[in-house]
């Protein structure tokens, strides 16, 4: 008996496939990245020129930080650059399919870091704050993402996530206006959340209608009917109640002792109250979804109905409950725009993080942990992209604001082929 | 095996009627299902000073057909609103029949607006014969360009067009306003940000009216076909209204008459089958999806051309989310999109009309066409407050997960 | 058994009817403590209805059904399990990406407060396989397992839930006679162990080695039931299908031609990226026929599909009528005379949306005579449609009803009057019969013979032995992707066959081997 098929024609390294293949495309794009950032650092910055980054120390004073890092710009970059381009070239000779998701990962963060060195060549940038802009702006992100694994998990698609969190923080801050109580606002933006989900769920496990037909009306619902809201009631009542609004955004955090930690402390410990949720969240999905009865039942539905449904799990009612669930979630990430980051309702203010969120849900593999760490990739687009609009910079304006999108296209080309997604997602389950 | 009991048999043209009524009713049944709860919201949210209730209720719907519809100035405008929404939802249209779900409209009806502008006011010394082509094809060559890419990724790699096309679109609007706002297109001597105006050359002209001073154009004067002072034929309908048409009609053709829409048609109803039997999945992926960047390309040139004769950086009112409406109204239907766009530019047209007679807020109008696209998307719903039994057929699935 | 006990379980007058469907009509039977009683009958013979209905997935229409003596109903599959009914469905219900344990224990977990409790399902499952030989590693994915161990997975979910009565549906559908031979001797250990067990098969020899009793079924309706000693494999043909089956195509000698498909060392991937195809060679001839036999999913999918450039091909070669065709596209190779009949028929060969006319021309369409540059004749498509449906004796009210709506049989006479209506010189036929009813098997196998005998290289693979030594001159057995032998027809005995098909080789020196000569 051959115990093991012998693979004589394949190298142990993985496959060497012909044609155009997605390792391929990944390293020369790798490489092509790679010689761009080099030239322009080396031709539009000073060889001189230095960037230093700066480690504080918290609660002192700017300008006595911990740590002072001085990087010469341009060395720095072109070595950076130099090995990531020679690992592009192994990635598209060798092709190891199972590096080209962690080689498409360090083209975008060093991208990222490089763009940070560049902008603040010749002068300083405190990097502890950029990292911890990195956590607070995958909070949507990272809610949004798991919202959607829950659904996908269960076998349904959400591509409703971006609406959903739009109906939320238009709720939410509308509540929070008109009870002067930010908390409640967030209670209405859980609410709002559950209940569009409940029609996502309604649509597309009761009625059976497509699931991303079904989550685009709630996207195109969305901006309807938030934007009547706006017009019709929110800048009306602003306008008439004037500076007498008493609430306001929800506070900040700072743990005791665990704040004062210096580099971790204020990347971890000093934030709004639902990006610690966020942070909780991430790790007790995590444990729900692969030790508990939930979350087997809930892997077994998404993953294959039928065989739940033969041992008695009732497919779609637990379907329906974790779309409902899911909008919890969603509908705290709306809270965080309307309710933490800022306290206002602006038209679309989600541009794309819904979207944005199912692009970390899938580069996370469907697990949590993964999710979170697709969705500080992107954050950190976001967090770049603020942060050196202040330093006088090469760069327009819109390109860097264009950054987390193209981030997002990147990533979705050039890792997808590796994910799989649960096997029934987009199936309505009918018995028989 | 399930035998069915009726099956249709040869395509007569009464089996074509009655497969037209078939296919009209539930749509038909969801705009009344959404007017009526409209109605509903009227009713209560009237204001006391304007009668009783049902009278703001009919007063209402009376001001939206009127303003739609009652005079030929009315008509005129319904129809201009409606041609972007002809292409755009062509656009979506196409894609759905290959499978494909594009809401990257708007964002190609960006790119293909800033392309033909570009080539409006650039070039300078052509007569219109050219000028005005050649605008026309670079915005539909841009935004089938920028469509295209969303369909070589999926074919290629798996990314879903849904999340890519989303994608494109913020980018479009990001290099749309580098562009325009600080970028090397706006006219400088304009205090908003905007394009130049265009070459009168390439303009779509109006059918009817007034000449355009051109001190209000920037130099330019912009001449209608037919040239009239009298202010009841002051239209702004152009040139654009028959381009949809004619795309209509294109687009019916190549789905239903040739060997392409043969193959975008069966890649889209079954993929698989598709590839067994010789069709490239990548190639028809890419040509539906330029095809449909086109049409949205040209969507956006019309606005452009027709209407504004200049591009600024709040150019479009969503007309490329909106044509997923439509196309889903119009179930997909080429044919079917003329009276779906007219629809929803009715809606736009007469909702001043009837916030002026009602003081109800024209913003009821967004309830009510994302009530229909509920009730259109939906059709479960309608079918099972109306108990019709859902029809066999074709049937769109677009949800096949996030890989191949 | 003694007289007085009730049968374990007993049904009486089922029916069930779907739209223009009598599927159970009537159906009556006992199944008493620790039988194995066979259900015997073709496909669409209501087999499996019956068993949907007793595990709950079907309401029936009329009739009851009684456990131990009492009636009960059986709303849902929760309901057939708290009765102590057990079912091991034809396709496994089993989550490929849970482990063994999560599967078992799915729907009746074991926990320690909120969590899991693995470690004592663990045991469960260990008590269980010791007690009635049922070997499975509780820590595997389902999906690295084989299929006869995934299907003792399935076994013993049933057991896990104290199932008494044991529904197994095809359970010998997709193993190897030795695989078969290791499912019956865990059969007699459970019912030894006073468990009943129902056992539904359609293959002949198979019930009368295990079965107590055989109730055959036809149609919907019981035909009889017969004692295993007192029948025989004949006569129980005969009640399955109502006549004599034609077991064997009458065909004349093959006489082969010039060398049309000739793969070598070839080496193809599955969807998985694991080696499905290690380094096959294999040649067909003008005017014979080469049967692939062996257990799904051994690579028989991938080569066929590599052979039609569907799939891409790692390594080796394939040339067809002497042009290499390793990197061609599906077109290119279809144009060179190449034609296919696709496992999968609803999924792969036919538009199921489509009316039949535009199935007749789904890789035809785009030439001559059915366009004109690029437009589509509707017309020359719609003569053709009625010409194909006549001569192909397509049973369908119109040229313009959809694929979809009908029967297996019919959809596979589209696919088989499509594919032979223009000059072939190659046909590659994959699971050409699988669950259509028996007067469409006859007629595509007669079509697939006068194919051979018009000169025509053919390459059949089945699951189905005998549709195998029924069509082919010579046959080859496909296993974990390599082919084991070549045999000449006459030398292929089911049993070599059977013994070639589980991957033991080398006991008839006399085989041909794989890349000698072979003519």
Redo the contacts between chains.
């Keep these: ?2 115990g093991t ?6 190298s142990s390294g993985g ?1 060497i ?3 155009i293949t997605r390792a391929r495309i990944v390293g020369t794009i790798g490489i092509i990245v790679a010689t761009l950032l080099i030239f322009a650092i080396t031709s539009r910055v000073g060889a001189d020129k230095v960037s230093v980054l700066n480690i504080p120390q918290p609660g002192a004073p700017q300008n006595q930080p911990l740590f002072r890092i001085p990087l010469p710009t341009v060395a720095t970059v072109v070595v950076i650059q130099g090995l990531l381009g020679v690992a592009g070239l192994y990635v598209a000779l060798r092709q190891p ?1 199972r590096w080209i998701a962690a080689y498409v990962s360090a083209v975008i963060g060093f991208a990222f870091f490089t763009i940070l060195l560049w902008a603040v060549a010749g002068s300083s940038v405190d990097l502890v704050d950029v990292l911890a802009r990195v956590v607070r702006l995958a909070t949507p992100i990272t809610l949004g993402a798991l919202a959607g694994l829950i659904c996908e998990r269960s076998g349904v698609v959400n591509i409703g996530i971006e609406g959903t969190m739009l109906f939320s923080a238009a709720f939410g801050y509308i509540a929070a206006i008109l009870t002067g109580n930010t908390w409640l606002g967030v209670l209405a933006a859980l609410l709002t959340g559950c209940l569009v989900s409940a029609l996502h769920a309604l649509l597309s496990v009761n009625f059976k209608v497509d699931q991303i037909i079904s989550g685009t009306v709630i996207n195109l619902l969305a901006v309807g009917v938030t934007g009547y809201l706006r017009g019709g009631f929110i800048s009306p009542y602003e306008q008439s109640s004037g500076a007498t609004l008493t609430a306001q955004a929800l506070p900040g955090l700072p743990i005791p002792g665990l704040a004062q930690i210096p580099v971790i402390g204020p990347i971890l410990f000093n934030h709004q109250p639902i990006t610690y949720l966020m942070l909780i969240l991430v790790f007790v999905i995590n444990l729900l979804l692969f ?3 939930w979350g ?2 809930t ?2 539905v998404g ?2 109905p ?8 009732p497919v779609n009612r637990l379907r329906f409950w974790n779309v409902v669930a899911s909008g919890l979630i969603s509908g705290l990430a709306g809270a965080w725009f309307s309710l933490e980051s800022t306290f206002r309702f602006d038209d679309v203010m989600t541009s794309g993080r819904g979207f944005i969120a199912l692009a970390a849900m899938i580069f996370g593999k469907w697990t949590p942990l993964g999710a979170f760490g697709g969705a500080l990739l992107f954050s950190s687009a976001d967090a770049l992209q603020i942060k050196i609009q202040g330093f006088n910079f090469g760069l327009p304006r819109q390109f860097l604001q264009m950054l987390p999108y193209l981030v997002t296209l990147v990533v979705l080309a050039g890792i997808i082929g590796r994910a799989r997604p649960p ?1 029934a997602v987009g199936k309505p389950y009918e ?2 | ?5 009726d ?5 007569t043209r009464r089996h074509r009627a009655a497969a037209l009524f078939r296919a009209a009713l539930v749509p038909a049944l969801a705009i009344l299902t959404a007017l009526v709860i409209g109605a509903i919201i009227i009713w209560f949210s009237a204001p006391s000073n304007r009668g009783t209730r049902l009278e703001v209720v009919v007063a209402a719907y009376r001001g939206l057909f009127a303003g739609a519809f009652g005079s030929r100035v009315a008509i005129a405008n319904t129809l201009v609103e409606a041609t972007p929404y002809i292409l755009a939802g062509l656009a979506v249209t196409v894609a759905f029949k290959c499978g494909l779900f594009n809401i990257g409209a708007e964002g190609q009806l960006f790119m293909g607006a800033l392309a033909s502008t570009t080539v409006g006011f650039t070039i300078t010394g052509l007569p219109a014969i050219i000028h005005l082509p050649l605008a026309l094809i670079a915005g539909a060559v841009a935004a089938g360009l920028w469509g295209a890419i969303p369909g070589y990724l999926r074919a290629r790699t798996g990314a879903h067009e849904v999340i890519t096309t989303i994608m494109f679109n913020f980018i479009a609007f990001r290099l749309v306003d580098y562009f325009i706002v600080s970028g090397p297109l706006r006219d400088r001597r304009a205090s908003l940000p905007r394009t130049p105006f265009i070459q009168a050359n390439a303009q779509l002209p109006r059918f009817v009216g007034p000449l355009e001073p051109a001190n209000l154009t920037g130099g330019q004067e912009y001449r209608p076909l037919i040239v009239t002072t009298d202010p009841g034929w002051n239209i702004r309908l152009h040139l654009g209204f028959l381009i949809a048409l004619l795309a209509v009609w294109i687009i019916w053709w190549l789905l239903n ?6 193959e975008i048609r ?1 890649v889209g ?2 993929p ?9 999945i990548t190639k028809n992926f890419v040509l539906t999806m330029a095809l449909s960047g086109a049409l949205a390309g040209l969507a956006g040139a019309g606005q452009a051309l027709g209407l504004e004769r200049n591009m600024k950086s709040l150019f479009s009112s969503g007309y490329g989310f909106d044509s997923i409406a439509i196309a889903l109204l119009a179930r997909s239907n080429p044919i079917a999109i003329i009276p779906a766009a007219i629809f929803w530019g009715a809606l736009n047209t007469g909702k001043g009309e009837m916030q002026a007679l009602t003081g109800i807020s024209s913003d009821l109008i967004r309830i009510i066409q994302a009530l229909v696209i509920m009730f259109v998307a939906a059709d479960q719903i309608v079918r099972w407050i109306f108990r019709i039994r859902q029809a ?4 769109m699935v677009f949800s096949r997960g996030w890989g191949k | 058994m003694s007289a007085q006990q009730p049968p374990a379980l007993e049904v009486r007058n089922i029916t069930k009817r ?4 009598l599927a159970n009509d009537g159906i009556s039977f006992t199944l008493e403590k620790g039988e194995i009683h066979a259900f015997l009958g073709e496909n ?1 013979a209501g087999k499996s209805t019956l068993m ?1 209905i007793l ?1 709950g ?2 309401a029936p229409d009329e009739g009851e059904i009684l456990i131990n003596g009492r009636p009960v109903t059986i709303r ?3 309901d057939a ?1 708290a009765l102590g009914l057990g ?1 091991v ?1 034809q396709e ?7 482990t063994v344990a ?2 078992i ?5 074991i ?1 320690s407060g ?3 409790d693995e470690r004592r399902a663990n045991q469960r499952i260990s008590q269980l396989s010791r007690e009635y030989g049922l070997q499975v590693p509780p820590d595997a994915l389902v999906q690295d397992l084989p299929v006869g161990v995934q299907q003792r997975v399935e076994i013993l ?1 049933a057991l896990y ?1 104290n199932a008494e009565i044991l529904i197994l549906d095809e359970p010998t559908a997709v193993l190897t006679p030795q695989e078969a031979e290791d499912l019956f001797r865990v059969m007699r250990s459970l019912v030894a162990r006073g468990k009943s067990i129902i056992f539904i098969s359609h293959k002949l020899k198979e019930v009368l080695s295990i079965a107590d009793r055989i109730t055959v079924l036809r149609r919907g309706r019981v035909v009889g039931t017969a004692l295993p000693h007192e029948s025989t494999d004949r006569t129980l043909a005969v009640m399955m299908v109502g006549r004599s089956v034609v077991l064997t195509v009458d065909k004349d000698e093959s006489q082969p031609g010039e060398v049309v498909l000739d793969v070598s ?1 070839l ?1 193809v ?1 599955d969807d998985r ?3 499905a195809v ?2 096959v060679s294999l040649q067909v001839r003008a005017g014979e026929v080469l049967g692939i036999a062996g257990v799904q999913g051994n690579g028989q999918t991938e080569l066929v599909d590599a052979i ?1 450039g ?1 799939r ?1 091909v ?3 070669r394939v040339c067809i009528a002497e042009q290499e065709t390793t ?1 061609a ?3 290119h190779i ?1 144009e060179l005379g190449v034609a ?1 009949i ?1 496992e ?1 028929r609803k ?8 009316p039949i006319a ?1 199935n007749l021309v ?2 035809t ?2 030439r001559s005579p059915f ?1 004109r540059g ?3 004749l ?1 017309n020359t498509i719609e003569e053709q449609a009625r010409k194909l449906v006549k001569e192909f004796d397509i049973r ?7 694929a ?5 049989g019919n959809q596979q006479k589209i696919i088989v009057a499509r594919e032979f209506s223009r000059p072939i010189k190659l046909l590659v036929a994959s699971q050409p019969t699988r669950g259509i009813d028996v007067g469409s098997i006859e007629f595509i196998h007669r079509s697939i013979i006068q194919q051979r005998d018009d000169g025509v290289a053919v390459l059949v693979v089945s699951a189905e032995l005998d549709e195998v030594l029924a069509l082919s001159d010579r046959i080859a057995v496909m296993y ?2 390599k082919i084991l032998a070549v045999l000449p027809q006459p030398e292929a005995t089911r049993e070599r066959l059977g013994l070639l098909m589980a ?1 033991i080789t080398d006991e008839h020196p006399s085989e041909e081997k794989v890349n000698g000569s072979t003519g």
Aim: charged share 15%; hydrophobic share 35%.
């Design positions: 008996m051959q098929v012998t693979q004589p024609h394949v496959n496939r012909r044609g399919l030790r508990t009865v087997l039942r892997r077994a993953e294959q039928k065989a739940a449904d033969t041992v008695g799990i096997a018995k028989g | 095996m399930a035998v069915q009991v099956v249709p048999l040869a395509p008459r040739t060997t392409t829409g043969f069966t109803a079954n698989e089958a598709a590839r067994y039997a010789g069709m490239s066999h057929g074709e049937q | 779907f739209p223009g469907v669409g949907n595990y997935l079907y849902n599959s929760a399990i079912m469905h496994y219900a089993l989550v490929d990406t849970l999560e599967n224990m799915l729907g009746t977990e926990v909120p969590l899991l979910k839930r060392n080496v991937l990226q694991q080696v290690d380094g039609n569907l891409p790692v390594d080796g990197t596209a599906p077109r279809s296919y696709p999968d999924g792969t060969g036919l538009v199921l949306a489509y535009d789904l890789s369409y785009y366009a690029m437009r589509i509707a369908t009210p119109s040229i313009w009803t959809t979809g709506s009908l029967s297996g974990k992707g991957g």
